[in-house]
């Protein structure tokens, strides 16, 4: 907002600071470029669309990625489309979304989906999932300042639980890129947003346990996905474990499996493996037994390793 | 009458509804962090403090606004019936295209522009002709035309500055010829060759402009709508004099889109014109089964706007309106709805046929009352032009737009990578990969390339 004046922040409750307080302040120091709109996401979006048409710089808040839908048209049939169908003439590129996902422990069917494979399907849109602060400052600037549509998005369990320092100047991490948070020698976790400490504690578990040596990734961009670094990683491990939140079905882990199977087939020892949710919506009393929780990912592990 | 007609918002000028709005923002953020009051006294807190003992015992005061009490119960509208009004339709050329006595006519046309004006919708006559033969001569694979609605579109695009940004649907490419679209650039995206921005990727009548502030078309409806609010509200952050213009049909209001946008830019106060073509079908939908209400333009004042009802047949009626539409969106800051009453005189697309829906009389009927004709006789009347000015027009148009076909035809497609350009602004890995693999596709199985195709 400090950089660009043609930066605005909107959708529904975003002045008061909004539900989960990300916007708390922008009204304050930025007025008018800090706005309610009337409850309507496919309005968001498509009014997003439109300022970005105009040169604009849109930032709009999806209040939870469980109400995305009615906006779905516009992301796919419109944003991601803009530029190809006019060959550049026109884009929605200064375009981005940000939208709280995830399991937050109480949250039930409506606020705890995460539906970043509706989007990863998608050609012509970005999608991006921080895990923690720190990522998720300089990967929604990154979006932001993305010359393509973009969808963040912020696992809520983490706007309270994760802290760290965050540096206060500007900067960005670049999209399509993942991370590297542990080095290993066994098998390769991937996983995104909050589910990359799950995989971290798995991690530690087994190699207190069992004296497994796990690498793990934080994919941090999930369209267009890093393969030269997860590749890497396989080829060295030989070991795939991919987990998510979502359910397993043609998850976005399904994606993963199938280029790492085509790209390392020869290198494999074990059959790739997805540690997810259950394939139904997302539960509130049973949300332990649904959520692919730091057991299941090393009972995962240990029968990779042992395969 | 007409200022009657238009100006019916009773919640005062946008602007001021603006900053009284951002005020109760800043008011509501700061009462957040005072008190956790019942809504009751929030609400009390929010009223003007000069509210007499007499109005506080006849309105409610309400986080919208003030809203005055009834001991009556009377339920408002319902099924429309012959004692309930419909909003009257604006016109100031009858049907033979006499100017009308008493007409309004704020901008009224002379010579030059009348006879542009004209001009302008017999060309797109003859080129909806043409390309609607060749659509059936099999040149291309799809066509539309605007037969029925020249008056509305080029109307209302002549009410327009050339700056002001369109967002159409489909059936708007008048307002692309009236701005001065050439019949080259038309033929391109028909035949998808290199020379379209769009490179081929899109369906026939899928144009786009912008040098000429028209957006590129895209086929699912209204979508268009909240896109024109967005535009139009950045125009006013930026203190611009102009306004984004988005056509419509009577269906695609049907869209969610259609009440996403208006309601938008009511409340954002955006300077947006929202130009339905009630043109009496969608498809093979007549508009009985598409509203039960009081058609398009009564939504503009439940949504706080402006709206006008005008006879979509009188080009110089749709002008006036367009242009007083435009008018009232750049000084009050809020957008205008018009509804243009027309009939779609041909077929939905060169896919319909829509004598299977619909009766020859009542086509016969309709194409009586061609706008273009209509308009004619305005013209003669006035002397302004004739039969032989006539006939050379329409026969050079003609050699024009076969000309222009012709060498459409003749342009080589687009290469194999603009299949994969453009869906980012910089190609990422998968679509490098993805695109070699399509060479060698093309190169090992050449028929699945278009002839002119350079593979490469």
Same mark, same amino acid.
């Given at each position: ?7 605005? =922040? ?47 710089? @849109? !930032? ?83 979006? !932001? ?5 973009? !969808? ?37 976790? !991937? ?79 074990? @059959?790739?493996?997805? =540690? ?6 997302? @539960?509130?009393?049973?949300? @332990? ?19 | ?66 809203? *005055? ?10 099924? %429309?019936?012959? #004692? ?75 009410? %327009? ?6 967002? #159409? ?7 692309? %010829? ?11 995206? %028909? ?26 078309? #895209? ?115 809020? *957008? ?121």
């Amino acid at each position: 907002m400090d950089s660009n004046d043609k930066a605005l =922040v909107f959708g529904e409750d975003v002045a008061f600071g909004g539900v989960f307080r990300c916007t708390v302040g922008l009204l304050e120091r930025y007025g008018r470029r800090c706005f309610n709109t009337p409850l309507c996401e496919q309005g968001i979006v498509g009014f997003g669309i439109g300022l970005a048409t105009q040169g604009y710089t @849109p !930032i709009a808040e999806i209040q939870f990625a469980d109400y995305i839908y009615p906006a779905f048209d516009q992301l796919v049939n419109e944003a991601a489309k803009y530029r190809y169908r006019s060959g550049g003439t026109f884009t929605a590129g200064g375009l981005t979304v940000r939208a709280p996902y995830g399991a937050v422990g109480h949250g039930g069917h409506y606020h705890s989906q995460s539906v970043e494979s509706f989007f990863t399907h998608v050609p012509g849109l970005k999608v991006v999932v921080p895990s923690s602060p720190a990522q998720a400052k300089g990967l929604l600037l990154s979006c !932001i300042q993305d010359p393509d549509p973009c !969808i963040f998005f912020e696992p809520k369990m983490l706007y309270r639980t994760s802290v760290e320092e965050v540096p206060v100047g500007e900067y960005t991490i670049p999209l399509g890129q993942a991370q590297m948070l542990r080095e290993g020698a066994d098998i390769t976790l !991937i996983g995104w947003g909050a589910q990359v400490h799950v995989l971290a504690q798995a991690a530690q578990a087994v190699a207190d346990a069992d004296g497994i040596s796990c690498e793990v990734l934080d994919l941090r961009t999930l369209l267009p996905w890093d393969v030269q670094a997860v590749t890497a990683s396989v080829n060295k491990t030989g070991r795939l474990l991919v987990s998510h939140e979502a359910p397993l079905s043609s998850g976005f882990g399904a994606e993963l499996v199938a280029e790492v199977s085509r790209r390392c087939f020869l290198r494999l020892e074990a @059959p790739p493996v997805r =540690v997810c949710g259950s394939d139904t919506p997302f @539960p509130l009393v049973f949300e @332990p037994l649904y959520l692919p929780g730091v057991e299941r990912v090393v009972d995962a592990i240990r029968a990779t390793v042992r395969f | 009458m007409l200022s009657r007609i238009v100006c019916n918002s009773s919640l005062g000028p946008s602007s001021l509804a603006q900053l009284a709005c951002s005020s109760l923002h800043l008011l509501r953020h700061v009462q957040r962090q005072l008190s956790t009051a019942s809504t009751a006294s929030a609400a009390a807190a929010a009223a003007p403090a000069e509210s007499t003992s007499q109005d506080a015992a006849d309105t409610l005061e309400f986080p919208g606004g003030r809203v *005055p009490f009834t001991h009556n119960m009377e339920f408002l509208g319902g099924p %429309l019936t012959p #004692s309930s009004p419909r909003i009257p339709c604006y016109r100031t050329l009858d049907g033979t295209g006499k100017h009308i006595p008493d007409a309004v006519v704020p901008h009224d046309l002379q010579q030059q522009d009348a006879v542009a004006l004209y001009t302008a919708m017999a060309k797109l006559q003859v080129m909806d002709t043409i390309c609607y033969d060749a659509q059936r001569q099999g040149r291309f694979s799809f066509f539309m035309t605007c037969a029925g609605e020249e008056a509305t579109v080029v109307g209302s695009a002549a009410g %327009l500055d050339p700056r002001d940004m369109v967002f #159409s649907q489909y059936r708007e490419h008048g307002v692309l %010829l009236w701005r001065g679209f050439s019949f080259d650039d038309f033929a391109n995206q %028909l035949y998808g060759n290199s020379l379209e921005p769009g490179q081929g990727r899109q369906m026939p009548i899928h144009y786009g402009s912008k040098e000429l502030n028209y957006q590129t078309v #895209s086929s699912p409806l209204a979508t268009q709508l909240p896109h024109a609010a967005g535009a139009a509200y950045a125009m006013k952050l930026d203190g611009a004099d102009t306004v984004a213009a988005a056509y419509f049909g009577e269906g695609a209001s049907s869209e969610g889109d259609f009440h996403a946008a208006l309601n938008f830019a009511a409340t954002l106060g955006a300077p947006c014109l929202f130009i339905c073509r009630n043109n009496g079908y969608a498809i093979s939908t007549p508009a009985n089964e598409q509203y039960a209400g009081d058609g398009i333009a009564c939504r503009g004042t439940a949504y706080g706007m402006p709206a006008i009802r005008v006879d979509g047949g009188d080009a110089r009626a749709v002008y006036c309106a367009t242009r007083a539409a435009r008018e009232i969106a750049l000084r009050d800051g809020c *957008p205008v709805l018009i509804e243009a009453m027309s009939y779609r005189s041909g077929h939905h697309s060169t896919s319909d046929d829509s004598s299977r829906y619909r009766t020859r009389e009542e086509m016969v009927a309709w194409r009586a009352r061609d706008p273009v004709v209509r308009f004619r006789h305005w013209l003669v009347a006035n002397a302004w032009w004739d039969e032989e000015r006539e006939k050379q027009l329409r026969h050079a148009t003609r050699q024009q737009v076969i000309e222009a076909l012709e060498k459409a035809s003749k342009v080589a497609k687009p290469p194999v990578s603009a299949l994969f350009s453009d869906v980012y602004a910089d190609m990422p890995w998968h679509l490098q990969e993805q695109l070699q693999e399509t060479l060698q596709v093309a190169r090992r199985h050449p028929h699945l390339c278009p002839p002119d195709m350079p593979v490469q």
